[in-house]
């Protein structure tokens, strides 16, 4: 089934790091992605990992994938008041196919 | 500037009455999707086409229809308008292959009273 699970708001102190995490129930997706959304805008993608991987680093962010528990997460080191936005989980079956988002996870980043 | 335009940005109509949202994605991107997003629901896939023919459908209401031209620009009509039908809706574009990225643009805020 089509299902992505995200808990809906997360708070941190600035400099902190933040942890967002997500489940998803069709264990046949192949790319998992993480968007952001700032207020008042689409969507932007800040990462993803394919299926076949279990860890992916990108400068402050690191996406940690459990494939067997269907859990992928995002980790934001050293985090900041511009990273406060809306932060959506997403998965698709191929890269030519239909994206399925998480309900988005609204990070308040406190000075 | 996701290269995604969409217009109008704002439309305030009354229940009942019909609206065509309009989307043109990023130069060379084939594939559209359109999704509704809610306070209520979040961002829900509605429908996407590639290249002019409907290739997935989502959770789109038969009130709703969408098409891709050969322009490959898109367009979404919303009729018999209700108030839950007020939301923001997004278009998206992507191309063929690579990683499945999709571009969003700025969104069409729909008001219903």
């Known amino acids: 089934g089509e299902d992505v699970e995200q808990s809906l708001f997360l708070s941190v102190r600035e400099g902190d790091s933040s942890v967002i995490n997500c489940t998803y129930t069709d264990s046949s997706s192949t790319y998992l992605y993480w968007y952001k959304q700032e207020p008042g805008a689409g969507l932007q993608l800040l990462t993803y990992?394919?299926?076949?991987?279990d860890m992916k680093q990108d400068q402050r962010l690191t996406v940690l994938l459990n494939k067997k528990d269907k859990h992928l997460s995002l980790r934001i080191a050293d985090t900041q008041t511009g990273d406060s936005a809306i932060y959506f989980c997403a998965e698709s079956w191929a890269s030519y196919d239909k994206v399925i988002f998480g309900p988005g996870t609204s990070l308040s980043v406190i000075p | 500037d996701s290269g995604v335009t969409q217009t109008p940005k704002h439309l305030i109509t009354a229940t009942g009455q019909r609206v065509t949202l309009r989307c043109s994605p990023r130069s060379g991107d084939l594939s559209v999707y359109w999704y509704q997003q809610s306070l209520d629901q979040g961002l829900q896939f509605l429908i996407q086409?590639?290249?002019?023919?409907?290739?997935a459908k989502g959770n789109i209401l038969e009130r709703f229809s969408a098409q891709q031209f050969p322009d490959l620009h898109s367009e979404l009509n919303l009729s018999s308008l209700e108030l839950g039908d007020s939301a923001l809706y997004f278009c998206a574009s992507s191309v063929q292959g690579g990683t499945g990225e999709l571009f969003f643009g700025e969104g069409s805020r729909l008001t219903v009273l």
């Open positions: 086409y590639y290249n002019g023919e409907e290739r």
């Open positions: 990992i394919f299926s076949n991987m």
